[in-house]
């Protein structure tokens, strides 16, 4: 049933920046290094698509990583630790268990989305998922999209789909103009970062950039066909054949606290040397605070050096994380979500979109536990991943569990003689 | 991604950019993923196969994430719309 056990000195799980970063400075020392990723190929969501032949960052990383003899694992999710030091994940070709001396969790971020009146209308999706989809072969020339809701993300978005030929009808972004003026005078002070910061300005210098805005409503029928967006207190209706719609990013915590990591503020802590609460699991990038790719590759090189003892190499590396962490802590700041957010959902409104829960069922429960039993909200088959956000925001509730499998998984890879019965709780 | 495959999608011939995923050529045949338990047309929320939403029958294998599966010449994609 589960597959030959694979032997990893440094284990990485999740093959983003993050991962990457740290799989090329474990690998060094000539350790058996493997990345176990659930995507189809590496680069996490940010490099999706980037190859070695590509003329990027991201294209200079994956051929360092090819040149070291690290094992690559894709289109394979870890779903349990079924005993101490062995995580096991399903793929295709069935279970497969990895056993590790050293662990570093790159698992990185997803979308956040609030829930409104018509989200769960067809092509009403997050911004990063439109892009995914268009990098995954989605033709986008001459459709018309709007870009809402908050973070950096949606600028670096509407610039990738214009380049494809999308017709950006305008970024609608939550945050007042002088937090946005604010943050951009950080990026420009930002070593590295300017040239990007300019690059998007002439990108999307014909593209209405709209704040103090956010969307109210999708319509449509079964499709979106327009989308209603609040607007210095007015609404207008806006037509488009896409709505992008997301709220900045929230971590995938959810193996680290499988793996009994403590987390601080909902990310993971970690000390100097990226290592969790648990002695030999360590962890970088997004789920330690999100802070886009260049913290992720810095912490990522850390967590990788602290893995194989080169403790020295890794602290010559500190400074430039410490600068990085300032502008992460900017970005929390600036793209917090203003309460009139509290107000999208209706009680008609769906929360939870596996087991269709209405936004006024929820609230006649107390706790994201009582609101589970009683209407199934969050337990579904992305097991709270989308709702458990939403809830928290709307309506301050926390998650307190994680138990496996943390995804779904078939059956006969679930089952196994070495399995032990236990529940994780956060700590918060 | 200039080369183009064609899939089947609920018995509908569908030619794709070699590469795309199921859930894109779901989409190109305009029609829905999987309908919910309240009976709405769903489609890709998340893109990143956390959400669920876009899972589809492929080559007999129910519930895949189609946002996380390659098309292949020939592929039989059925969805619930």
């Not at chain 1, 680069?43 to 094992?71: C, N, P």
């Not at chain 1, 070593?191 to 002439?202: S, V």
């Not at chain 1, 900045?248 to 503020?265: I, K, S, Y």
């Amino acid at each position: 049933m589960v597959s030959a056990r694979k032997q990893f000195d440094v284990l990485i799980v999740g093959g983003g920046p993050a991962g990457i970063a740290a799989a090329v400075s474990a690998a060094q020392s000539g350790k058996r290094v493997g990345i176990v990723d659930d995507n189809p190929a590496l680069g996490g969501q940010i490099w999706r698509g980037e190859t070695a032949q590509s003329d990027s960052e991201a294209a200079a990383w994956l051929a360092k990583l090819h040149a070291w003899d690290v094992e690559l694992c894709a289109g394979t999710r870890v779903f349990d630790q079924p005993v101490s030091g062995v995580l096991r994940a399903e793929s295709r070709q069935g279970a497969h268990d990895f056993e590790y001396r050293k662990l570093i969790l790159a698992t990185g971020a997803r979308e956040r989305f609030l829930p409104f009146p018509g989200w769960t209308l067809q092509n009403v999706m997050g911004a990063g998922a439109l892009q995914a989809l268009v990098k995954s072969g989605l033709p986008i020339n001459s459709k018309r999209v709007v870009v809402a809701g908050t973070g950096p993300l949606l600028l670096a978005v509407a610039a990738y789909l214009k380049n494809h030929g999308a017709n950006i009808v305008g970024i609608y972004e939550q945050v007042s103009r002088t937090a946005l003026a604010k943050f951009a005078l950080k990026v420009a002070a930002q070593r590295g970062k300017l040239a990007q910061a300019l690059w998007l300005r002439k990108e999307l210098r014909d593209i209405p950039l709209i704040t103090n805005a956010w969307p109210v409503a999708a319509r449509g029928n079964g499709v979106v066909q327009s989308v209603v967006l609040c607007r210095g207190g007015k609404h207008e209706e806006i037509a488009c054949d896409y709505l992008a719609c997301g709220f900045h990013l929230v971590p995938n915590t959810e193996l680290a606290v499988l793996l009994g990591c403590c987390l601080q503020n909902g990310f993971v802590q970690v000390d100097d040397f990226q290592q969790t609460s648990q002695p030999n699991v360590f962890c970088a990038g997004e789920p330690t605070g999100i802070g886009g790719v260049e913290l992720s590759l810095i912490e990522g090189q850390i967590a990788g050096l602290a893995a194989i003892g080169k403790e020295g190499d890794a602290q010559s590396l500190f400074s430039a994380r410490r600068k990085m962490r300032s502008f992460a802590e900017s970005l929390d700041r600036t793209f917090a979500l203003r309460p009139e957010l509290k107000g999208l959902a209706s009680m008609e409104t769906i929360v939870c979109r596996c087991e269709d829960v209405k936004y006024g069922q929820t609230t006649q429960h107390r706790s994201w536990r009582a609101a589970k039993l009683h209407t199934r909200c969050g337990m579904g088959p992305c097991q709270g991943r989308i709702c458990g956000p939403a809830t928290q925001f709307l309506l301050g509730w926390t998650p307190e569990s994680v138990r496996p499998p943390i995804f779904p998984v078939a059956l006969e890879n679930l089952i196994s003689e070495t399995h032990e019965e236990k529940e994780h709780t956060f700590v918060m | 991604m200039s080369e183009q495959i064609a899939v089947s999608v609920n018995g509908r011939r569908v030619t794709v950019a070699a590469g795309s995923s199921v859930a894109v050529a779901v989409m190109i045949a305009g029609a829905s993923c999987r309908t919910s338990v309240s009976g709405e047309p769903r489609g890709p929320l998340c893109g990143i196969g956390i959400c669920y939403e876009c899972r589809a029958e492929v080559d007999g294998v129910a519930h895949r994430r189609s946002c996380q599966v390659a098309c292949t010449t020939g592929m039989d994609i059925r969805t619930d719309g």
